[in-house]
């Protein structure tokens, strides 16, 4: 009989987070059940792995765990007590979440009624896997008032463990049921780790298991350097990204008379500031940017560029980067990394063999990093295959996922 395993996420799909996709697909390739609740579920064309979806049933299955419920307060009565009926076995369960107390305005609205109905209908799985500490959350809740009997295993990315001294308290509480419930609980980097002993995680539920890269789809690809490097950054455009950063140092590597070509690829709020930038310094022929892509297109911008530059930094909250998947999946290829010292991106880089780590916001180093690329081009193939072997050893996914599936068994 197979193990059946809910894995519950917030967007699916979503196209920052094949990674989960990926393992979701792997557990189902070693003889798992896999069923995604989410809170909202999108178009599958949302996905940059449409196909694997649709081929593999995963979207077709997928159900939301967040319904909608009438606004009206006497029709949100009526189809509350139709769904009692039709659970009738489980009416403890139903009046637990009506606890105002311990579950605030989800039980004073009903959501948490209508909710705990979802995943009744889950209720015999043998593991549940929240992806992000909210969704552990929940969880917790549904464990609580006994809509689900399985494991629960919780994955923190990287906001998610983020906190401050002046909201650590209130976070401190809000995963405190969630550290208690899991019986694992996953990150993907010391850092984020880091962040999760600040918050009072208990050390012996934690595997730090860095999230990994499909290497038979990010090939190796030798790269043959002639009179002009090429450059690229992959990532939202966000401020804690840097694409900024990244910006200036090509203009110094311009007026140092290099010829040098820049690709910054992705989308978000940072896209007209970014523009306006590279005008204003008048980088149009050196730079150029493009928006966010399927796995393909990333796959066919990396093998066209000799150099990756990450660009990541705190943010003004203090946000850094969790880990930087887009550095394992650019060494995967063969693309040496320049990247600043900032949050888990230095885990995901063998300094001095795969690329440089640079002081943070240090863009003079950063520069002079890339300008040894330029004097030497052999690094860029010598490094490059260093970061292959050390992807292939550190970051393949099927390793990352088998670790996962230990947890499962």
């Not at 792995?49 to 967040?66: D, H, W």
Request: charge should be positive; proline fraction near 2%; hydrophobic fraction near 40%.
């Amino acid at each position: 009989m197979k193990l059946k395993v809910i894995h519950i996420l917030d967007i699916f799909p979503s196209k920052s987070e094949t990674f989960v996709i990926n393992l979701i697909l792997e557990s189902i390739e070693k003889g798992y059940s896999a069923q995604i609740l989410a809170n909202r579920i999108l178009n599958s064309k949302d996905s940059s792995q449409e196909s694997l979806l649709l081929e593999s049933g995963l979207y077709k299955n997928a159900e939301t765990f967040n319904p909608n419920i009438p606004q009206n307060k006497l029709k949100r009565i009526l189809l509350a007590i139709k769904v009692l009926l039709y659970n009738i076995r489980y009416m403890p369960v139903f009046f637990k979440t009506l606890n105002t107390k311990r579950y605030g305005l989800k039980a004073k609205t009903l959501k948490m009624w209508f909710q705990a109905s979802i995943f009744l209908k889950y209720r015999e799985a043998d593991i549940f896997h929240a992806h992000f500490g909210k969704n552990g959350k929940l969880l917790s809740e549904m464990k609580d008032i006994g809509a689900i009997k399985g494991d629960i295993i919780t994955s923190f990315y990287g906001y998610d463990t983020f906190s401050t001294d002046n909201d650590r308290t209130y976070f401190k509480n809000y995963y405190k049921s969630t550290f208690v419930t899991s019986n694992n609980i996953v990150t993907s980097s010391r850092y984020l780790f880091n962040n999760l002993i600040c918050l009072g995680v208990p050390e012996h539920k934690v595997l730090i298991n860095p999230v990994g890269v499909n290497i038979d789809l990010f090939r190796y690809r030798n790269r043959v350097y002639s009179n002009r490097l090429h450059i690229i950054t992959i990532g939202r455009l966000i401020r804690l990204k840097g694409q900024h950063l990244g910006i200036d140092v090509i203009k110094i590597l311009k007026d140092r008379g290099y010829n040098v070509q820049y690709t910054i690829m992705g989308d978000g709020d940072e896209y007209h500031a970014l523009i306006d930038k590279i005008e204003k310094l008048e980088l149009k022929e050196e730079i150029t940017i493009l928006k966010g892509g399927s796995q393909e297109k990333v796959l066919e911008e990396l093998y066209k560029n000799h150099l990756f530059l990450m660009t990541s930094i705190k943010d003004d909250l203090g946000r850094e980067e969790g880990q930087g998947l887009v550095v394992a999946e650019a060494q995967s290829t063969g693309i040496p990394i320049v990247c600043f010292n900032s949050g888990g991106v230095p885990e995901t880089v063998l300094k001095n063999k795969t690329g440089f780590v640079i002081e943070e916001g240090n863009i003079n180093e950063m520069a002079n990093a890339v300008e040894k690329f330029i004097l030497t081009p052999d690094l860029i193939v010598s490094m490059g295959k260093d970061a292959r072997c050390f992807v292939e050893e550190n970051f393949n996914n099927k390793i990352q996922s088998q670790n996962i599936l230990r947890l499962y068994k």
